[in-house]
T-cell receptor
């Protein structure tokens, strides 16, 4: 079945460092891909999405490109801030009526 | 953007009592809502898919008589944890699937409910 694999955390970075969180997937068909962010004690917020191969999703300085050839959707940010500290979830899905398939999440801690 | 309201955000109850959690889509209609459970430092585990006007579809291993789901309108789904026990203590999160233009099939999440059963 479909699945998502994320790099294990926690990831600790200094402020203004470059961030990459790896995400790869296996899927039948052509799912949409998502990154969600969860701040402590809160629900999930949609960060960005891509619906087809070569699409690039971007939001708040974060980017991810849907790579069909490598089945990847890595999350990147050029300069992280302390406020980016959260757990990031990669997910695939997007078919009507079906739940998302989440990765295990990657915890990011950004220190001043 | 689309907003999903989940209430209450935190509830503490005695063992044996029932707790109802509400999930509302505030500015869009949601034919389908989902209920997840999240254990500390873990990913989300899908419990059930809730469809307006019909019975929920439960994932394997989730007791439908213990976790009652009602999706009575296009903007409201409820999860009732019946006869709660300490092992039911967890973080419960709902999501609602949008069908709006530009947001079709996007899931928007509530802020979650922290349930503690004493």
């Amino acid at each position: 079945g479909d699945s998502v694999t994320q790099m294990e955390g926690p990831v600790t970075l200094s402020e203004e460092a470059f961030l990459t969180i790896n995400c790869t997937y296996t899927a039948t068909g052509y799912p949409s891909l998502f990154w969600y962010v969860q701040y402590p004690g809160e629900g999930l917020q949609l960060l960005l999405k891509a619906t087809k191969a070569d699409d690039k999703g971007s939001n708040k300085g974060f980017e991810a490109t849907y790579r069909k050839e490598t089945t990847s959707f890595h999350l990147e940010k050029g300069s992280v801030q302390v406020s980016d500290s959260a757990v990031y979830f990669c997910a695939l899905g997007g078919s009507s009526g079906y739940a998302l398939n989440f990765g295990k999440g990657t915890s990011l801690l950004v220190t001043p | 953007g689309a907003v999903v309201s989940q209430h209450p955000s935190r509830v503490i109850c005695k063992s044996g009592t029932s707790v109802k959690i509400e999930c509302r889509s505030l500015d869009f209609q949601a034919t389908t809502m989902f209920w997840y459970r999240q254990f500390p430092k873990q990913s989300l585990m899908l419990m059930a898919t809730s469809n307006e006007g019909s019975k929920a579809t439960y994932e394997q291993g989730v007791e439908k008589d213990k976790f009652l789901i009602n999706h009575a309108s296009l903007t409201l789904s409820t999860l009732t944890v019946t006869s709660a026990h300490p092992e039911d203590s967890s973080f419960y999160i709902c999501s609602a699937e949008s069908q709006g233009a530009g947001t079709k099939n996007i899931q928007y999440f509530g802020a979650g409910t922290r349930l503690s059963v004493l």
